[in-house]
């Protein structure tokens, strides 16, 4: 295994805390071609004080009716993130869940119970059915080779189960007898602010997401055209996922850590969590009936594509805009 020193210069953002000057970045490669970036250990403010109307000012095509208020991101509370980690520079990408299953003869989900997975159906026809999505499934047709869309290796794998993504993270961690993981959400977070206050690595405006993430766009809208007014006013070339990193990094050097796929973290999700957490490193609520996905897809408007914004799904999920970034904790 190497390990990368690599001096970047973190740019500043107008009102965020941002460092202003080079550090050392340390970049990790794993024996299946993962990079992990070192996480420093550090405090952050987790969590928004959004409200409707501080969402609707930016975004004055949304519909009050339609736009939940995000009561689970309240109250902000202080986090303290005691111990330095790697986490994934990329989400993991296609090939790379493919070694892990061919080298680790695990069976995905979506194979395993023959129900099989979500997919995007590229023939569909409103006129034809009741159903006003070009989404479909549980189909055996459908599974993380197939969904619904073609994808190169080195887009990020989707369509796994919150159980599929820690599989995968036993599998990595006995075949390198190290630690790897889901990250909490706090470290999530965390590491998508990267000491920044705004809803997003571009700042607060929609339009700066353009830079940074693949989110449901002009491109997108091509098949979901009800969406039009609400999905970003640009086009970025991506309709569907797009190669990891295609987009800028974030100040921490973490690509994508909005748009493209959602990711699985370890925490189980409850809506009053923030108001009982712990401030040093968190893990959640002891239970619970739906785990945590973070950082939005390619298939998610950009109101949702801030950093404190929280959604879920059953661990049994499996859906076309669901994937992985692990983390390897630092020995």
Known sequence: MRALLIIVLLAG??????????????????????KFVRIPAGEFQMGSIETVDTLLADFPTYI??????????????????????FLGQFEVTVDQFNTFVQQSGYTPESIADGTGAYGFNA???????ERQDAFEGRDTKYSWRNPGFVQSGDEP????????AVALADWLSRKEKAHYRLPTEAEWEYACQAGSTNRHMGGNKPAAL???????????????????DRAAQYSDGFAYTSPVGSFKPNAFGLYDMLGNAWEWVSD???????????TEDPTGPQSG??????????????IYARCAFRNWNTPET????????LVKEIE
């Open 13 to 34: 953002l107008a009102g965020c805390a941002q460092p202003q000057r080079p550090v050392p970045l340390t970049i990790i490669d794993n024996s299946i071609g993962m």
């Open 64 to 85: 009050r009716d339609h736009l939940a208020a995000p009561d689970d991101e309240q109250p902000v509370h202080r986090v303290r993130i005691s111990k330095p980690f």
């Open 123 to 129: 023939h569909y026809d409103p006129s034809k059915t």
């Open 157 to 164: 794998v989707v369509n796994v189960t919150w159980k599929d």
């Open 210 to 228: 353009a830079e940074y993430a693949n989110i449901m766009d002009q491109d997108t809208t091509k098949n979901w055209p009800q969406y039009a």
């Open 268 to 278: 189980w999700h409850a809506p009053d969590y923030y108001s009982r957490s712990p």
């Open 289 to 302: 009936e739906v785990k945590v996905r973070r950082g939005a897809s390619w298939h998610t408007l950009p």
């Open 318 to 325: 499996r859906y076309t805009l669901v994937g992985i970034r």
